[in-house]
Nanobody, 112 residues
Framework: QAHVVESGGGVVQPGGSLRLSCSVS????????IVWYRQSPGNQGELVAS???????SYALSVKGRFTISSDGPKKPGFLQMNKLEPADTAVYYC??????WGQGVHVTVSS
């Protein structure tokens, strides 16, 4: 069975940056899209960003211009670069690979 591993979370001051990664092992995918979701006390489910196999990306209005989603290829990890972080970005971030496999979630805390 496939296993998704996320990393890169942590605690950062407002205005700071973090880079999340999402890697999958044990799957038969030759290529896959990635979707990032986040959960917080104020929002139990928000689609943050996505990238399709074609490379087409989309973003929530709240993060557009600050976050960038990318992937390096069908057998390489995907990334979510988060810049100019705000307290409202505090959440647990989950990646969904191929519409099927979920990561374990990583905590992001933005606080002074």
């Amino acid at each position: 069975q496939a296993h998704v591993v996320e990393s890169g979370g942590g605690v950062v001051q407002p205005g700071g940056s973090l880079r999340l990664s999402c890697s999958v092992s044990g799957s038969r995918f030759s290529a896959y899209g990635i979707v990032w979701y986040r959960q917080s006390p104020g929002n139990q489910g928000e689609l943050v960003a996505s990238i399709a196999i074609s490379g087409t990306t989309s973003y929530a209005l709240s993060v557009k211009g600050r976050f960038t989603i990318s992937s390096d290829g069908p057998k390489k990890p995907g990334f979510l670069q988060m810049n100019k972080l705000e307290p409202a970005d505090t959440a647990v971030y989950y990646c969904l690979v191929g519409g099927t496999y979920w990561g374990q979630g990583v905590h992001v805390t933005v606080s002074s």
